[in-house]
């Protein structure tokens, strides 16, 4: 089996969507990239009972990276890698095509992380079954796949 990222989220741009630059506006870009990961966590078995029983997952931080403009109507979608996951962290990077083009017209790399909330409090905690086994499979699989040079570099400085 050859390893390849997941892709499990689409939509057609609605016009909603679109800013007085007549493209996709960029905050809507965040809307596609947490609705990419949303189907990410219920690819690995995250439903509303491992929420009640086990705890949520809280995204602590997110980078998006904008390439080309999007225009209303256009059917989008992503690619999902795992680049990592721990106990109580996953680390996912999404690229998101539109229509027929085989480059990204954006990516967004994001780190979630596994919350439980006790008495009202969220802290952290450990992953829990199925989902630390299916993210275990995942992650090996994706461990085959290149990863982009830029992951992790953060917001390019200005150079003066």
């Not at 999902?80 to 967004?108: G, W, Y």
Request: aromatic residues 10%; negative net charge.
């Amino acid at each position: 089996m050859t390893a390849k990222p997941l892709t499990i989220w689409e939509t057609i741009v609605p016009k909603n969507w679109i800013d007085y630059n007549s493209h996709m506006t960029e905050g809507y870009y965040g809307v596609a990239f947490a609705e990419a990961s949303d189907e990410f966590l219920i690819h690995i078995g995250f439903d509303s009972i491992y929420r009640q029983d086990f705890g949520t997952f809280y995204t602590v931080e997110a980078q998006i990276r904008f390439l080309e403009e999007v225009k209303e109507g256009s059917k989008i979608h992503t690619e999902t890698i795992l680049v990592d996951c721990d106990t109580k962290r996953i680390q996912l990077h999404h690229s998101l095509f539109a229509n027929e083009n085989s480059t990204p017209v954006a990516t967004q790399e994001s780190m979630l992380l596994h919350v439980s909330i006790s008495d009202g409090i969220p802290s952290a905690s450990p992953i829990r079954e199925p989902l630390a086994s299916n993210l275990e499979k995942i992650s090996e699989l994706h461990s085959e796949i290149d990863r982009p040079d830029y992951l992790g570099n953060g917001i390019r400085q200005i150079q003066q």
